[in-house]
Structure formats: C-alpha cells, structure tokens
C-alpha cells in the first residue's frame, strides 16, 4: 500500500514531557495526523509492547496507521500497522517476511548510495534525513539540508516514481513549506508535536503548512 506520510507524528517516550501516550497519540491524530509511529530507544521490549498497545487502541478506528521504529517483535505483539527500520536495522526482505504483504514498511535514507539501493519493491515509504540540526534524535552525520533531500528524492524516484519520500529532523511548521518544496511528500517530526504545549494545535499548523507546500508545488 501507499501511505499517507505527510504529517508522520513521532512519539518518544523521551520527549513528550512526561505526557500520556494515549493522550498524546489522539491529540496528534485529531489535529491531522497522517501516520503514528512509536520510537523509543531506552524502554524494555515489555514495556514497548505495553506502550506500543496503548497507542493501537488509542487511535483505533482512526485510520491514522501506527509503526514501531526498528523492532519488528513489538509491532507484531502490539498488532501494530507496520514497521519504520534504519540502515542497521532488520533488513527490509526480513520485515516483509515477517510481518506480511499487508503492513506498511518504511525506510530510512540518508546517502546516495542508499538511495540508488532502496528495494522498490518490499518498502512502502522512504524517509530522508537528517535534513537539519535537531536534538531529538542523536545523529553523527552531518544535515543533508534541503538541496541534499532534492538530490535523494529524486534519486529515489528513478527507481519507483510513486513511491513517497519524507523529510525528517528539524523540521517545523515554519520551514514545512520550503522542505515540501524541496522535494518531500511529507515531514516526520518529533518535537514540533509532542514538545509543544498543544499537541493538537501543532499538529494542525504543522498539517496546514504541508499542505500549502504540496498544494504550491502541484501548482508549478
């Protein structure tokens, strides 16, 4: 399937200021959310699987589908909608094969080389990045920046034309535009969302600028 990445709302444990996840999860959701996904790096496998069904019943029947960065094993226990995995991660071959044809498979993409190797055929999204500073996520290469994810993008797009490309990192309602403009389908974003005051509101800024980018790129 073809997911729907242009507002993907990240939920850390470690950056949400000690909010209720369910809470959290539907305020992203409610303000235009597209797709939730669970990454938390530091929890117990049971306490990922404990979080991760807290958040499937939160935004069931929503039909903003949940992942689980990186681990396979919570996303099948919690029945999760799927699975995001980085370069060191399970291999997309082996999340297909274990979690089916059905869930949604999404990659990371930071280099070149990555880009002309991203299997086509086993991933639903990609997700470039980090296309600026943030200190969400600890990350020891240096911001792709937007000419960077331009250049990724569309080296991606040579090999399958419909296949989404998100941006994440640094990324915000204020410079939303101008990475859709570069290139992205979407924008992944943490602390936007789940560090702001108002999880709902940022989400429907965040939303509003998104599509306003893709709307002015549909127009050129």
């Known amino acids: 399937m073809i997911p729907d990445i242009r507002c993907y709302a990240i ?43 807290v958040i499937v019943a939160a935004l069931a029947g929503s039909k903003v589908p949940v992942l689980i960065n990186d681990r396979v094993d919570v996303a099948l226990a919690a029945r999760a909608d799927g699975v995001h995995v980085g370069q060191d991660d399970m291999s997309p071959q082996d999340v297909r094969r274990l979690m089916g044809p059905d869930a949604i498979v999404g990659l990371t993409v930071k280099t070149a080389d990555q880009a002309a190797e991203v299997p086509v055929g086993l991933v639903d999204y990609t997700c470039v990045g980090g296309i600026f500073a943030t200190v969400s996520k600890h990350n020891p290469d240096p911001p792709v920046g937007l000419l960077g994810l331009g250049r990724l993008a569309d080296r991606i797009r040579l090999k399958r034309r419909d296949l989404p490309v998100g941006a994440i990192a640094g990324i915000r309602a204020d410079n939303a535009e101008e990475v859709i403009a570069a290139g992205a389908d979407g924008v992944a974003v943490i602390s936007e969302i789940f560090m702001a005051d108002d999880p709902r509101a940022a989400t429907e800024r965040l939303r509003k600028a998104v599509d306003r980018g893709l709307a002015g790129r549909t127009e050129r």
């Open 11 to 53: 939920l850390d444990p470690e950056h949400c200021r000690g909010r209720d996840l369910a809470d959290l999860a539907r305020a992203s959701a409610e303000g235009g959310a597209t797709l939730l996904q669970l990454r938390d790096k530091h929890g117990t496998t049971r306490e990922m699987v404990e979080r991760a069904r």
